[in-house]
Nanobody, 114 residues
Framework: QLVESGGGLVQAGGSLRLSCAAS????????MGWFRQSPGKQRELVAA???????TYVDSVKGRFTISRDNAKNTVYLQMNTLKPEDTAVYYC??????????WGQGTQVTVSS
């Protein structure tokens, strides 16, 4: 089970730190990703991190978001700075590779006001 938390309402320019805790799942060897979905849009990958900490980001969040992981705690994080209204979405974590994915969690809502 994947449980996302840390979302909320924030003004543009603000910051949030999302967490994704896994229970009953060991993902230390998996490439993990943070995804987001806005109303009327498809879910998109925002950032990914390998088991050894190599990271990649979608262009729209580069320099503002940082993905990290703590394999001992079975947790993945997403530090989001300089938030923009277009970052408003429900954020989810899951395995990067579709073949490795578990059931999606409920996600955590991020709302950025202008």
């Amino acid at each position: 089970q994947l449980v996302e938390s840390g979302g909320g309402l924030v003004q543009a320019g603000g910051s949030l730190r999302l967490s994704c805790a896994a229970s009953g799942i060991i993902f230390s060897m998996k490439v993990m990703g943070w995804f987001r979905q806005s109303p009327g849009k498809q879910r998109e990958l925002v950032a990914a991190i390998s088991s050894v900490g190599t990271t990649t980001y979608v262009d729209s969040v580069k320099g503002r978001f940082t993905i990290s992981r703590d394999n001992a705690k079975n947790t993945v994080y997403l530090q989001m700075n300089t938030l923009k209204p277009e970052d408003t979405a429900v954020y989810y974590c899951n395995a990067f590779s579709q073949r490795d994915r578990w059931s999606w969690g409920q996600g955590t809502q991020v709302t950025v006001s202008s």
